[in-house]
């Protein structure tokens, strides 16, 4: 028969298995950071005539190769992408007739695997990952096909900068850029179209006495767009924001695309507050959230008649990794399409400045 622990004895046994406990997390934490994989930058090796490898710092039947190659992603055998221009035009706004104008084109790449071609190269007694990629510029240009006299040079129409997470990237358009794209595909000379990607990865250098420091390295691809508008119309629409507004209801879409662009940091959830209240005082309240795997797009409809003017206001609360949340002032909108997304975003047009996370384009 088992004796009976005192309080104070129970006590001090949970926290001496506590102890032991947390010491133990300690040490596998510390284990997993000393044995973290990061290839040797300073001795690339070329397999095939054309793929870069670097050894692993650690394991000598581990190496990382360079990708060579970049394809859009496909779903059930669609490309994974989307491009949507919108206009509007508000007669009644305070300061007199004023347009909104713009587009979003959203697609997802993907590097091609060279296992099997370095397997077959190498032997099958080695592993091969690709590089630890850390940050991805993506950009849109238009090289003018021949007989095209609009366009003979080279134009970049977007450029986005972000992490290299979800493999997601969306590129808002300004307006000159979205109508030239939308032209582009409808005049069939997207031949003339590609995505081209500069990456970085990192990993360790020798210094002079042979020893291992922090070292980074770049790379570069290009792919055609393989889309067009003849066989693929279900992947482009036209936005009339006119038409998002009744003369009974409100409809307004939410975007956030940070989470799907990898750019959200160390948040884990964006939730907004939105509000909408007619002349005569009714008001009809929604909230929104976006998190990693949610839609990046939500469509709202408040079931009241808007007020003249077609305003609302929204807050904002952040929810953070560590526990906190910050909660941002209300504030006022009257656009159809409320952008939340918070990346750095660069725009190269003419006669457009660049957006800034949150705003409109």
Aim: glycine share 10%; charged share 25%; proline share 5%.
């Amino acid at each position: 028969m088992s004796e009976k622990l005192a309080p104070a004895a129970r006590a001090s046994l949970r926290s001496r298995a506590g102890a032991l406990l947390t010491c133990f997390v300690l040490a596998a934490a510390a284990g997993a950071a000393v044995l973290r994989a990061e290839p040797v930058l300073t001795r690339p090796e070329t397999v095939a005539g054309r793929i870069i490898i670097y050894p692993d710092h650690r394991d000598p039947k581990l190496f990382y190769y360079v990708p060579t190659g970049l394809a859009l992603s496909q779903t059930f055998g669609k490309p994974r992408f989307f491009f949507y221009k919108y206009v509007h035009v508000k007669e009644d706004a305070a300061e007199g007739p004023r347009t909104t104008a713009g587009g979003v084109l959203s697609l997802a790449v993907e590097f091609g695997d060279e296992t099997a071609a370095l397997k077959e190269s190498k032997g099958p007694g080695f592993d091969f990952r690709p590089v630890p990629i850390e940050t991805l510029e993506i950009a849109l240009s238009y090289t003018g096909i021949e007989g095209d006299a609009a366009a003979p040079e080279k134009k970049e129409l977007a450029l986005n900068r972000v992490l290299w997470a979800g493999k997601n990237f969306t590129l808002p358009l300004s307006r000159e850029s979205a109508s030239y794209l939308w032209k582009i595909f409808e005049d069939r000379k997207a031949a003339g179209l590609s995505v081209e990607c500069s990456f970085s990865y990192g990993g360790y250098d020798l210094d002079e006495e042979g020893k291992l420091k922090p070292g980074e390295r770049s790379g570069r691809l290009s792919l055609a767009v393989p889309v067009s508008m003849d066989g693929q119309p279900d992947l482009f629409k036209v936005i009339n924001l006119a038409g998002k507004f009744s003369f009974s209801f409100r409809r307004l879409s939410v975007l956030c695309f940070d989470f799907v662009n990898g750019a959200a940091g160390d948040l884990v959830k964006l939730t907004a507050e939105v509000e909408i209240r007619t002349a005569r005082g009714q008001r009809d309240f929604k909230t929104v959230s976006f998190s990693a795997g949610s839609e990046p797009q939500v469509d709202l409809e408040f079931n009241i008649p808007e007020a003249r003017g077609g305003k609302y206001r929204y807050r904002l609360t952040r929810f953070h990794g560590d526990g906190r949340s910050e909660r941002s002032e209300w504030q006022e909108g009257d656009s159809a399409f409320l952008d939340l997304s918070t990346y750095d975003t660069v725009i190269k047009d003419e006669t457009s400045k660049p957006a800034a996370g949150g705003g409109r384009w």
